[in-house]
């Protein structure tokens, strides 16, 4: 992510961004993060970098709230996401009902174990990070939506958005390789629509969308 990039997806309709992992690769974006409102990086990253790890924002008259938070099996070392999410949900469950949880992480059981722990106290939480969108949406007893993954949407060729080339170099030999995004062939776009009372903050509905073979 970049400044530029982010402006683009503002331009374009977007209301809100959370992150992942690689929300610092750009050093030049870490300025922007302290900046912005609109984008967030997980929350339980150690209090002193740069950004927030939650936020606001207004669509339809509601105030949304967002919590961004990353898995701590297979991935950079981070505080306890569950904590961190019982904290920060507290928090912005004092300015509306309708919290979205984006849980980024590569073990699928951690993201439906914080999808169980928060059920009831938020009105959705969907996972990120593997760029394979899961399928099993479903509405939680307490009325919180859930998805695993939403997926990726970008390249469909390549693995996983990257050229296959480096990625294979890298598992074949063990040497790392620069990966680069996969520009040509057809794209993917993943995406999860859930309905949500706007008063109770409880979620009636999670729809997946895969679109397959776009130009």
């Known amino acids: 992510m970049t400044a530029q990039t982010a402006q683009e997806m503002f331009e374009a309709g977007v209301d809100f961004i959370t992150s992942g992992n690689h929300i610092f690769d750009k050093r030049e974006f870490k300025g922007y993060l302290d900046e912005t409102q609109r984008v967030i990086r997980p929350a339980n990253y150690p ?33 306890d996401p569950f904590r961190c999410a019982d904290a920060l949900v507290a928090d912005l469950a004092a300015l509306t009902p309708v919290i979205l949880v984006d849980v980024h992480a590569e073990a699928t059981s951690e993201k439906v174990a914080l999808g169980r722990f928060l059920d009831g106290r938020v009105s959705c939480v969907y996972g990120t990070h593997t760029h394979v969108q ?67 903050g409880k979620a009636s509905s999670i729809k997946r969308i895969f679109q397959r073979n776009l130009p």
């Open 47 to 79: 209090p002193t970098v740069p950004g927030r790890g939650s936020g606001t924002f207004q669509a339809d008259g509601v105030t949304v709230g967002v919590l961004n938070v990353m898995g701590r099996t297979f991935m950079p070392v981070v505080d």
């Open 134 to 200: 899961t399928a099993d949406e479903h509405v939680l007893p307490g009325g919180t939506a859930y998805l695993s993954d939403v997926g990726m949407t970008g390249p469909s060729e390549g693995v996983i958005g990257m050229e296959a080339g480096p990625v294979l170099e890298r598992f074949l030999s063990g040497m790392s390789e620069r990966f680069n995004v996969q520009k040509t062939g057809p794209k993917q776009f993943c995406a999860a629509v859930v309905e949500i009372d706007r008063t109770t």
